[in-house]
Every structure is written in C-alpha cells, then in structure tokens.
C-alpha cells in the first residue's frame, strides 16, 4: 500500500453557527460591470462584464490593462440594454470560443460567438465574430441577457419579455416567440444553413418538439418569464445537483426566484397570468399548471432580484454549503435560503432565508447586479457601481508563515503550494509522492476560541481506483493525532468531512494553532502514476 499524508496547520475565524461576513475588494474602478464570470480552463481567471461592451480580464484578482475584446461599436446601449452576458463552453481550453448575448441596433437580442486569437490567451477580435441567434424585440427594456452552458452542454438564454410594462404584447405566454423564455439550443450545430440569423441546432430533448401539452417554437426550453436578468446551474462541477436557478425581475409587485431540478424543462412559470404567487391579469396561461416561485418577496423589501448561485465553496463555513444567494439591486440587499423540496405541495421551496445585509453592509454591496462562483464555488460580489468583491467571513485568520517539513519526499517536484482566504491548502505534484509528505501552516487569531470545529479535505484520485482516506486532528493534551474521518475516496472529486469536535481538545489556547493530517491509502497495484489532488484542506471554527 502506498500512502500521502498533508500536515497543515490554520485556524479559521468564526464558523457557520454564528458566522458573520464581509465583502473582501477584488477590484474597482470598472464601468458598469454586470458578470464576473469564471474562465474554465484557468482557475485563476475571471472575466468582468461591461453593460457598455467591454469584456475585461482578471488574472490572480489583478484587473489587467487590455480588454479580452470591446463591442462598443456593435452593441445598442442605454438603459437597460448593451452587452448583458456570456458564457464559455466546456471544450473552451481547445475551442477558444466564447458566446456573447448583446443588444444590437434593429432593435433586437443578438448571440454571437467569437474566438481567441492564436497569439494571445486574453484577446479576442470583432473578426472572429459569427452570429448564432437572433430575436427582435420592441421596447428598450426587459432584455433578460444572462447566458450560461448547463451540465448537459447545451446554451441556455433567458429572454425577457420584450418591455414595456405588463408584457403589452403578451410575449410571455405566447409560444410563437422567444421573447418571455427561457431557451435552449446548441451552438455547435446549424439546422438552419439557409438562415443567417439562426446558427444553431435545437436539441432533440427539448420539451416542446413533441407538440405537447402546447405547440410552440423548438428553441424554448420554460414559458412565462417577465425579466430572467440573472440565472444559474448548480454546478455539478463543485458537487452540486444541477439545478436551475432564474431570478425573475417582477412588474409592480413581487420579486420571485424559481428553482428547476436537472432536466426539469418545459414548465411555465406564469407571466403575465401570475406575478410571484398572485394573479396579475386574466390574460388565459398558454398550457397549465403554472409552476409557482421557489421563493418571492415583495416590494417592500426589494424590487430588482439578482439571483441567484448555490454556494459549494470554502469560505464561508460548512453551515452555507448549499444554500442559494441572492440579492436586490434596487435596495442594495443580500439574502441566503435553502433550497428544499416540498412533497405535500410537490413544489421546490427556498426556505429558511437570512438577510446578511446589515452583516456586511449596504454601502460595501453598492448596487448589486450580479452574483457568481469562482472556480472554488465561492461568491463573488458585482456591484455596478463599478466594483467586485468576495463573500467571506469577518472575523478571518491570517496565515504568517509556511514552511515544508522535514521528511519530504516526493518523486515528483511540487508545481504550487496554494493558499485560500488564508486557511486552506493545496498540494499539488506530477507524480504521486512514495512516502509522508507534509506541509505546516501556522496561523493565529484574534478572536476568543470556539467551542466546536470542522475539517474538510476536497481531493480525488487520478484513477478509477478506490483509496481510503483518513483524517487526523492534534489533540493538544498529550500531541496525539487522532482519526476523525475515515471514508473511501475514488476518482470522482468530493468533499469529506469530519464531524463536529470540540474546539478546546484540538486549537492550541496560546496561539489558536491547529494541527491535522490527510492520509491517503492507494491499492497496492496501483499504476506508479497515480496522483492524489488535493484542492483544499479547510478549518472551520464556531
């Protein structure tokens, strides 16, 4: 048997039970910004999103000088138009296309895709433009504009209702047009090579093509949307399930935010019949029932949701692990609920929500307009005022020092030792190390010791092989390490957690010093070049 062992040593601030949060700057000085979306072939970059058409570049959270590209001179701005979204494919690290989902002068919602250049990882040019779709629309506002590739692959557009106030056109309802929906087609193909506005094909799964229960245009995917401004997947990626998630901007009375299982298309979430759980007109729904809102609140509260990502991240404590955030624009507003189903409704529910406002403060969330992941599942922040920050914890420990311990020994050298929100770390090598490798983190606090703690190792195997892992902790009494965890880990990347322990067995009183060690143990007949990864091994305190 072969085994790798990370010694580390941090403490994190103050945990989920009474967790408190801030927002940590990343950048400012931006010009509207409306998206920070993650690169995914860099984990290390993130592109900014400028309603008034720049796509600019982050790389190590330093805001570089050139703009990935510049749509100024194509795209139609005011108000609530100009360029509103992208998205990456997941074959982008070899295609270098991305999609861009902008309004155009006709008026109408223009898709295009545009391609790297061959000389610049961070450049794209208006040449390599190629238009996929196109929808006319006639009013300034309600252009949804957010646009992401879902875990089946294919592109997903939501679509407002067109504008104006009440949806005069009937859009929403309407199943001979794409305006009021949320789309579903793949830019990889053309079904129609005779039609230079439409450069895709349509998915032979999506839920209208059978004529049932209505007959309608192929490309939508739900009925019943008024301003789908922001959407998202829970990423299976970070072990999330799938889901779609619309934050839906409402008329005069309720924001709502609808949640969709994986695959769950073809549903009709009831604008202009409905707004959030209330009849907002006699106009007749399209096909029935209507799906009701997840989650909605009224105007009161807010009156522009921008929603809304599950976190999967390491920031923020393992008590919001799977909770959706959200927030209002208008009211510079921030809330957290669980996504849960109700089996006597039969209906998805976000419930338990906590406004974390007044915890991080409205002056610091500015106008949010959008919410996002980085590639750790952790949230990132865009207010429009020309900022974007990250969702961390208040009370945070900082790490002094790093050093590798004596007794490492790797066949293969160490490519990074990374550190995240200063109490995470990975060890990353191209072979798999022959014996105990270890690294020591010592971190201190300046806040009183907890009373309970939480260690957490995300990591897999290279191989569809199965390992055991083991999780040990320090306890300070007499210096033993004790097991904690003890799980099977193979080649799919997942999160393992210790049970809660009490903080005062396992953080040194002095200095708030921990220590703990991830084993693993591979197959004897496992392929010399097996690696283990590891992304993280986090504390979490409270």
């Not at 155009?104 to 238009?131: C, E, I, K, Y």
């Not at 090579?193 to 450069?199: A, T």
């Not at 006597?344 to 529910?349: A, D, E, L, P, Y």
């Not at 490519?415 to 109490?423: A, K, N, P």
Request: charged residues 20%.
């Amino acid at each position: 048997m072969r085994c790798l062992a990370i010694l580390v040593c941090a403490l994190s601030a103050l945990g989920h039970g009474t967790a408190r949060f801030q927002l940590k700057p990343i950048v400012s000085g931006l010009s509207e910004p409306i998206a920070c979306v993650q690169d995914p072939a860099r984990p290390n970059v993130n592109f900014i999103v400028e309603q008034r058409g720049k796509i600019r570049v982050l790389i190590d959270k330093r805001l570089q000088a050139t703009a990935l590209i510049d749509l100024a001179t194509i795209i139609q701005y005011g108000g609530e138009q100009g360029l509103l979204g992208l998205a990456f494919p997941a074959d982008f690290a070899t295609s270098k296309y991305f999609y861009v989902n902008m309004t155009v002068p006709g008026p109408a919602m223009q898709v295009s895709r545009f391609q790297l250049t061959s000389t610049n990882p961070f450049r794209a040019s208006l040449v390599s433009r190629h238009d996929v779709l196109q929808t006319p629309r006639l009013h300034g506002n309600h252009n949804g504009g957010a646009m992401q590739f879902g875990p089946d692959g294919y592109l997903y557009i939501g679509t407002g209702d067109g504008g104006s106030s009440g949806d005069p056109d009937g859009n929403g309802q309407d199943p001979l047009t794409l305006l009021g929906k949320m789309l579903r087609i793949d830019p990889s193909g053309d079904d129609f090579p005779l039609d230079p506005k439409r450069n895709y094909r349509i998915p032979v799964t999506n839920p209208f093509l059978d004529g049932q229960p209505i007959s309608a245009l192929g490309e939508i995917w739900s009925f019943g949307l008024r301003n789908p401004f922001k959407f998202c997947f829970d990423d299976p990626r970070l072990n999330g399930t799938g889901a779609l998630i619309i934050g839906d901007v409402g008329q005069g009375a309720f924001e709502e935010i609808n949640y969709e299982p994986l695959g769950g298309g073809g549903r009709n979430y009831g604008w202009k019949r409905f707004e959030g759980e209330f009849q907002f007109s006699t106009d007749p729904l399209a096909f029935g029932p209507d799906t009701k809102p997840a989650y909605a609140y009224g105007h009161n509260i807010g009156r522009a949701v921008i929603g809304g990502p599950v976190y999967r991240g390491l920031r923020l404590g393992p008590g919001y692990f799977g909770k959706c955030f959200f927030a209002d624009f208008s009211e510079s507003r921030i809330f957290a609920g669980s996504p849960q189903y109700d089996a006597v409704s039969g209906r998805w529910r976000i419930v338990n929500v906590v406004d974390l406002t007044n915890q991080v403060g409205q002056r610091a969330l500015g106008s949010p307009s959008s919410i996002d992941l980085d590639s750790n599942g952790d949230i990132l922040v865009v207010d429009y005022a020309g900022r974007v920050s990250q969702l961390v914890r208040a009370e945070s420990t900082w790490i002094t020092a790093f050093s590798l311990v004596a007794g490492l020994d790797l066949s293969g050298p160490v490519r990074s030792l990374v550190t995240i929100d200063d109490r995470a770390v990975s060890l990353r090598s191209t072979q798999q190390p022959t014996r105990l490798a270890s690294i020591q983190i010592t971190g201190l606090t300046n806040h009183t010791l907890p009373t309970k703690l939480v260690i957490k190792s995300t990591g897999k195997i290279s191989r569809a092989i199965m390992g055991t892992l083991k999780i040990y902790a320090r306890r300070w009494s007499d210096g033993a390490f004790i097991l904690v965890k003890q799980s099977a880990i193979d080649s799919v990347q997942r999160s393992y957690q210790s049970p809660d322990l009490p903080a005062s067995n396992y953080i040194r009183h002095r200095d708030g010093r921990i220590e703990a060690r991830v084993e693993v143990t591979l197959p004897s007949n496992a392929p010399s070049d097996t690696r283990v990864t590891w992304n993280a091994t986090t504390f979490f305190a409270s």
